[in-house]
């Protein structure tokens, strides 16, 4: 016995059945193994969960709910007070009341998916990156009202948590953009962007690229935000500079309301507003 746990001693790395290695997972010959487990791991649990068809709703990180975006302000206007020539503390203000003005947008996105829940029942599951701001809105107005709150997080150089308002086991964590991408898009009927930065742009033009393109079928794509979205966007623009056609300017219609964009996939999809 003492001589057979003596050899085994030698093969500490080796003997080691592949599927139960970690090490081995992580090396990087082994990256297209651990993007199949990505893409097949939340598919078991949307077929165990009976996940369909499911809305989309991309939105910023950034944006809290107005109480606490006013607070914010004025926690960042005393600091300032202290040291009124402090520029970073200057830029901190702009910032709080940029994302103030922006903070009706966490009770629009909370708005929407309750509407969903109330009108379409669990005909769609609400699905959002996971984390906290307008994805957290949105999953809380499902999660609230009975629906399926899905929650798709994503490794960052700053963790965030997964937001509380998803439904159990239905909150996933991905490495890889690519592979998170596809279970965003593969079963949507529709997606709903709120004002948002580099992350939610990344988000909105993929989608509209596929939809262009032909990979993923036509869906209503609908900006809520009038001011945000007509100063940050310009799809005019880009048709009268001949680099999309003039009926893509319709691809993605811009809202102000919950209501006006579940109006727009209620018709859509030929259902109750």
Not at 15 to 42: F, G, N, Q, S, W
Not at 117 to 135: C, H, K, L, Q
Not at 179 to 196: D, L
């Amino acid at each position: 016995m003492k001589k057979a746990n003596k050899e085994l001693k030698k093969h500490t790395t080796s003997y080691i059945k592949a599927y139960e290695d970690v090490e081995l997972l992580k090396h990087d010959d082994l990256r297209p193994v651990r993007m199949e487990l990505e893409t097949l791991k939340p598919e078991i649990y949307f077929r165990k969960k009976g996940v369909t068809d499911t809305i989309i709703c991309f939105g910023s990180a950034r944006i809290a709910e107005p109480a606490i975006a006013k607070k914010n302000l004025e926690t960042a206007k005393k600091e300032l007070a202290k040291k009124p020539k402090d520029k970073v503390l200057q830029q901190k203000v702009k910032t709080a009341k940029g994302l103030l003005s922006l903070s009706k947008y966490y009770d629009e996105a909370r708005k929407f998916a309750k509407l969903v829940v109330e009108a379409a029942g669990d005909r769609f599951s609400i699905v959002t990156g996971g984390g906290p701001g307008i994805m957290e809105a949105a999953n809380r107005g499902a999660y609230e009202n009975g629906g399926r709150s899905i929650g798709l997080n994503i490794t960052l150089p700053h963790e965030q948590e997964p937001n509380p308002y998803i439904t159990q086991n239905l909150a996933f964590l991905f490495h890889y953009f690519a592979i998170r991408k596809i279970h965003f898009v593969m079963r949507a009927q529709a997606c709903v962007v709120f004002p948002g930065g580099f992350g939610t742009f990344d988000e909105l033009f993929e989608i509209l690229t596929l939809i262009q393109t032909g990979k993923k079928n036509h869906i209503p794509v609908i900006l809520v935000g009038k001011e945000f979205w007509n100063q940050v966007i310009n799809v005019e623009a880009l048709a009268k500079y001949g680099v999309i056609a003039p009926e893509d300017t319709h691809l993605c219609p811009i809202v102000e309301t919950a209501q006006e964009a579940w109006n727009i996939i209620a018709k859509f999809h030929k259902l109750k507003k």
